[in-house]
Nanobody, 130 residues
């Protein structure tokens, strides 16, 4: 079992930044792939980012490329989603997700769909409004 806890959401103005955290327990970052997704009311869940610590690959959704970045703290088993130049259309509940992986495989060359992930956090709200 992987347990995920997101934090860092809030209400900001357009152009501001936020950093979301996804703290994982149960498995190390080398043993899982982390995905970030978001869902706005009335819309489908959208892929934001995918991160594989074991092979150091990252993918981003087209709508956030160039604005969002990923970092991690292996000692804290935590992945961070840095969101810069936020726009009102970034408003959504953000979720991190995880799947346990085997060794020697390549992940996050492209975004993996939500159904590929087995474990989900509770979500954190991000609101961008002037």
């Amino acid at each position: 079992q992987v347990q995920l806890v997101e934090s860092g959401g809030g209400s900001v103005q357009p152009g501001d930044s936020l950093r979301l955290s996804c703290a994982a327990t149960g498995y190390t970052l080398d043993e899982i792939v982390i995905g970030w997704f978001r869902q706005a009311p009335g819309k489908q869940r959208e892929g934001v980012s995918c991160f594989s610590n074991s092979v150091n690959t990252t993918a981003f959704g087209d709508s956030v490329k160039g604005r969002f970045t990923i970092s991690r703290d292996n000692a804290k088993n935590t992945v961070y989603l840095q969101m810069d130049s936020l726009k009102p259309e970034d408003t959504a509940t953000y979720y991190c997700a995880a799947i346990i992986i085997g060794p020697g495989s390549h992940y996050c060359i492209v975004m993996h769909p939500p159904g590929w992930f087995d474990y989900w956090g509770q979500g954190t709200q991000v609101t961008v409004t002037s």
